[in-house]
């Protein structure tokens, strides 16, 4: 079953662009920095990521997440963002707190250009394949749910991540 379930594994990611490598840093990177990056030698792909945690009205925590090209989410319900104040929120989030498709949802950060979003799509992410949304400095310190929005829909001027692709020949081979 190992090698069939591996297989299966290395399929999905590679479906949704799933990153090899991911560089985080609590500095942050500047385009500067993503650029050197780029010199390294095999990457076939790389993106700065900007996210932040947030604590919710109801206490839940939320991460929310530019998207990007790497870790391509799967649209179960509704419309990619095309707006900053449009947001995507995962089929867990959208069922316990009851949102759906057309709903707005408060996030009151001074990193996000607005304070409502508007909920354009319900997803699921394939970084997240299991309950587990890791942990935060908000709240209890475990993450409730994860989201997307458009990159320009933050105000941080920097990038909280990179994520990056390596070139076929350096990828896993099952």
Do not use: C, W
Request: net charge negative; charged share 25%.
């Amino acid at each position: 079953a190992s090698p069939n379930m591996m297989e299966t594994l290395d399929r999905y990611y590679k479906e949704y662009n799933v990153y090899d490598i991911e560089i985080i840093s609590s500095l942050g990177f500047t385009s500067q920095d993503i650029d050197a990056i780029k010199d390294t030698p095999n990457i076939k792909e790389l993106i700065g990521i900007k996210s932040i945690d947030v604590l919710l009205k109801n206490n839940k925590t939320l991460k929310v997440t530019s998207l990007s090209n790497i870790n391509q989410v799967e649209l179960l319900e509704g419309n990619m963002p095309t707006q900053i104040n449009e947001i995507l929120i995962e089929e867990k989030m959208a069922k316990e707190q009851n949102l759906k498709v057309g709903s707005f949802l408060k996030i009151n950060d001074n990193y996000l250009k607005d304070k409502s979003y508007e909920v354009v799509g319900i997803i699921k992410s394939p970084l997240y394949f299991s309950s587990y949304r890791g942990t935060t400095d908000k709240g209890n310190g475990e993450l409730n749910y994860y989201s997307y929005v458009q990159e320009n829909a933050f105000t941080i001027p920097f990038f909280t991540s990179v994520e990056v692709t390596l070139q076929n020949e350096f990828q896993h081979n099952s």
